[in-house]
């Protein structure tokens, strides 16, 4: 089984930082493109940036405040928050798309999801 755990949500003031840590687990398991979105209730999930290859694509909308890092020896997915502002209160998941060995053969797991980790940004 593999799985995708995002960590680091949580409540923040306006103009404070965050960093959410999405880790891939699960045996046997080969990494590919990793990213976050993020959802507002009533909204579409919305795309921050992908990162594939050593290259990360942010969506225009977030650069400037937000960044992603990935660390593909841990199999970890970051992205860095800062000046958040109320407006970037949400859910953030993370998505990855991801293989795995079992008994010889390779199993697709494209297109996961984490559970989500939620962000408040909240005087």
């Known amino acids: 089984q593999v799985q995708l755990v995002e960590s680091g949500g949580g409540l923040v003031q306006p103009g404070g930082s965050l960093r959410l840590s999405c880790v891939a687990s699960g045996s046997q398991i080969i990494v590919g493109r990793m990213g976050w979105y993020r959802q507002v209730p009533g909204k579409q999930r919305e795309l921050i940036g992908n990162?594939?290859?050593?290259?990360?694509i942010l969506t225009d909308s977030m650069k400037g405040r937000f960044s992603i890092s990935r660390d593909s020896a841990r199999n970890t997915l970051y992205l860095q928050m800062n000046d958040l502002r109320p407006e970037d209160t949400a859910v953030y998941y993370c998505?990855?798309?991801?293989?795995?060995?079992?008994?010889?053969?390779?199993?697709?797991?494209?297109?996961?999801w984490g559970q989500g980790t939620q962000v408040t940004v909240s005087a």
């Open positions: 998505n990855a798309d991801m293989s795995y060995y079992r008994g010889g053969a390779v199993f697709s797991a494209y297109d996961s």
């Open positions: 990162n594939n290859n050593g290259r990360t």
